[in-house]
């Protein structure tokens, strides 16, 4: 008989070992997909139009969002690490502080398209924490004369004066 009571023992206790593991497993499991959810739901941003925006209500004010436009020439105000400027879209403008760790890109300027990175204030500004820009003239589109077609008029113009084209 004290040999079943020891061996029932040893199963019990194993058995607990393995529930304690277990439960261990299963409470660090659930941790790190908290940590990972969590972690997720605070990085994502939300990209709306300046339209979209001043339709949102409050829930604006909840989320990290995202919002472009082009810079309202002579709207930029810089005071120390902070710029203010206004966003424009179409008919509609938006009041932006900046306040990043870094100071605003150089092709951040009067005309330039920008996205701002942040949160929408319950005062009506956005306060962005990351800024990036265009410029706009580097996206413009070309004039219509390009390179391979002035080469091929200086080819055109060389062979009806004569110069190093076909002599028949």
Known sequence: ???????????????????????VTVLILVSLGYLAYT?????????????????????AYSKRL???????????????TRVDFMLKENDLTLPV????????????????????????GRDGVFHAKQLQAKCA???????AT????DAGKSMLQNQSSGAGGMVN
């Open 1 to 23: 008989m004290s040999n079943e009571t020891r061996s029932s023992e040893t199963r019990s206790s194993e058995a607990s070992k393995y529930l304690k593991f277990g439960s």
């Open 39 to 59: 972690g997720v739901e605070e990085s994502k941003s939300y990209y709306v139009t300046i339209k979209e925006l001043n339709g949102m209500g409050n829930a």
């Open 66 to 80: 995202r919002v472009a436009g082009n810079v309202v020439p002579g709207s930029i105000k810089r005071s120390g």
């Open 97 to 120: 502080s900046y306040t990043g760790t870094e100071a605003p890109p150089d092709t951040f300027k009067d005309d330039s398209q920008a996205l701002a990175d942040g949160s929408f």
């Open 137 to 143: 003239s580097k996206y413009a589109p070309q004039p």
């Open 146 to 149: 390009t390179p391979a077609a």
